[in-house]
């Protein structure tokens, strides 16, 4: 008698899943928040926590102590709102239409004000607690500093005066430049607490902190300034099946345009793993999984949802074993040209969460 489906929501579980250290997340939030010194470190997890998933990610960042979220879409609201509670959840693009203020009325989640034509719709709205945005140089969104003595601006009740740093990973003197409006900006606007360092200004010192910080990228394994790494774990690891061993004769060639030519007989294994799911062609011939401390480097081009690793020094991995992709995000970013955000953001729905 065969295994007899009852439902199409009865699925078997996928060939790909994406390994979260739980502890690594929280230890890394716990490090930024003590970097942050006198000010709170929060959390952006906007993207679905930068791919990772926010059903797994704020439950384990609120039992660190995070309160305060960030996200950038209404409609990454929802998830959110499934597992943290609305007054600590803040949406960065703010309110476009009159239904994303009325909707953060409803919900209250906090909008980030980013223009007098947000705060003008927020206000008609019926206004309350919201973030403010000014800009400082990124040229993106917020309001301008000379935009900051608008009357209709003394009317919001900000919670947070935010600005967002251009280059914090770099050390340039626009990271100087910035936190002097900044400054300037918070003695001209009526606000509780003031934040301006992402995860890389966390490192710039304490000129930086104001009360709140917003890491995003470190908190998930990313390295944006390399004194940073020591205190920062990887928490990603991308996981995949072998679907297939095949051996391949000396002189065989492997995958789409034959850009892999073996040397000598190999023991051969096809992943189900491929660039619709975010693990991209630049990763041909260049990237490595691991299984049991061996290394499996990548032969031949990646196609849209199969890979081939080399497994003539792993004779024990066999089909249905799972193996484990080389994803160390500063490293990743050398090998593939990819920044770090992308490695991360990049990694597709098929992946099990
Ligand atoms: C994404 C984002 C962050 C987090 O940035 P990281 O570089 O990932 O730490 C902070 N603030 C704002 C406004 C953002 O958009």
Redesign the pocket.
């Known amino acids: 008698m065969g295994h007899h489906v009852t439902s199409y929501s009865d699925l078997p579980a996928p060939a790909l899943r994406l390994d979260l250290d739980q502890d690594a997340l929280q230890s890394n939030w716990r490090a930024l928040d003590r970097m942050s010194g006198g000010a709170r470190a929060g959390a ?1 997890v ?1 993207a679905d926590a ?1 791919g990772l998933g926010v059903h797994k990610v704020v439950p384990v960042l609120q039992a660190a102590g995070c309160d305060d979220f ?1 996200v ?1 879409h209404w409609s990454e609201v929802r998830a959110v709102l499934e597992v943290a509670s609305p007054g600590s959840l803040s949406v ?1 693009h703010g309110p476009l239409t009159p239904p994303d203020a009325a909707y953060a009325q409803a919900t209250d989640v906090k909008p980030v004000i980013n223009s007098l034509e947000q705060a003008r719709r927020w206000i008609d709205a019926g206004g309350g607690r919201c973030d403010l ?1 000014v800009d400082t140089g990124m040229n993106r969104l917020g309001v301008t500093l000379d935009q900051l003595g608008e009357p209709m601006l003394a009317q919001l009740e900000i919670d947070v005066l ?1 600005s ?1 740093l251009v280059a ?1 990973e770099e050390d340039t003197p626009l990271n100087v430049i910035q936190c002097e409006r900044w400054n300037d900006a918070r003695t001209r606007v009526r606000h509780k607490r003031a934040s301006l360092a ?4 966390i490192a710039l010192g304490e000129a930086y902190h104001g009360d709140l910080t ?6 998930y394994g ?1 390295v ?1 300034r390399p004194e940073m790494a020591p205190m920062l774990r990887q928490v990603v690891r991308p996981q995949t099946a072998i679907l297939q061993v095949r051996h391949v004769e000396a002189g065989e060639t492997i995958g789409y345009n034959a850009t892999f030519t073996a040397p000598a007989a190999m023991r051969v294994g096809t992943i189900a793993l491929g660039y619709a799911d975010g693990y991209l062609r630049c990763w041909s011939g260049k990237g490595r999984f691991c299984a049991a401390g061996t290394i499996l480097p990548v032969l031949g081009r990646v196609s849209m949802d199969l890979t081939v690793v080399d497994l003539t020094h792993a004779p024990d991995v066999a089909e249905g074993d799972w193996i484990t992709a080389d994803y160390a995000l500063p490293q990743a970013a050398v090998t593939t040209g990819l920044s770090q ?1 992308e490695l991360l953001t990049l990694l597709g729905r098929r992946f099990g969460r």
């Open positions: 952006a906007k930068y960030f950038a960065l945005m935010l967002h914090a992402n995860s890389g200004g917003r890491p995003g990228i470190a908190l990313g944006p955000y």
